[in-house]
């Protein structure tokens, strides 16, 4: 949702990660622009942040030269989407109670750049890249905890649909404001990552 500024005292509305109201006073239109400017970095700077969770590489998730198979990278990922949905107040135990909605999986997708080993510490660095009106991307950087190596970036999209019909919904309001906190871009939840490949 989108309205043009003007320096009459129009109320403006962007749409910046999340949605915000400023009223702008009568001022000249240098001023006006100014302050949108400074409007927009607020909120640009106010993006979520990423939620991380830890764990290892198991013996059951490596090869005979105990090296992560790829197909293990899928244990993680459920490790983290299920943990940041705790720390957004929905732990699952709650959600799967009597559900009238469901998220299944549409897709996912995993790059790897570094093996991870047996016994090897890694942080789960997860946020939530996308909220579209039916579905939301959650996003998995694997890293390694003492190295902060990215050894794989996984990022599944889930489709929230009815129980009953399986027919897509839309997200809903309560969703959207439980994972707002943890909802920005790849780029910003890797900013500050010591290393990034």
Request: aromatic share 8%; glycine share 4%; net charge positive.
């Amino acid at each position: 949702m989108r309205q043009q500024a003007c320096a009459s005292g129009e109320t403006l509305t962007r749409a910046v990660g999340r949605s915000f109201r400023l009223r702008l006073l009568p001022r000249s239109p240098a001023q006006s622009v100014l302050l949108l400017f400074v409007t927009i970095i607020r909120s640009a700077m106010s993006q979520g942040q990423p939620f991380v969770v830890h764990d290892r590489v198991r013996w059951a998730d490596v090869d005979h030269v105990r090296i992560m198979r790829f197909s293990a990278f899928t244990r993680l990922v459920e490790v983290a989407e299920q943990e940041l949905m705790r720390a957004a107040g929905m732990p699952y135990g709650d959600i799967f109670d009597a559900p009238t909605l469901w998220m299944p999986r549409r897709h996912l997708a995993i790059e790897y750049f570094a093996p991870a080993r047996l016994d090897d510490a890694v942080s789960l660095v997860t946020f939530v890249s996308r909220l579209g009106d039916t579905s939301a991307t959650i996003n998995v950087d694997v890293r390694s905890m003492g190295r902060h190596t990215l050894i794989a970036a996984a990022a599944m999209v889930v489709v929230c649909v009815s129980v009953d019909t399986f027919r897509k919904q839309a997200l809903p309001a309560a969703f959207r404001d439980a994972l707002a906190p943890f909802h920005c871009s790849v780029d910003a939840a890797r900013a500050g990552a010591p290393e990034s490949r």
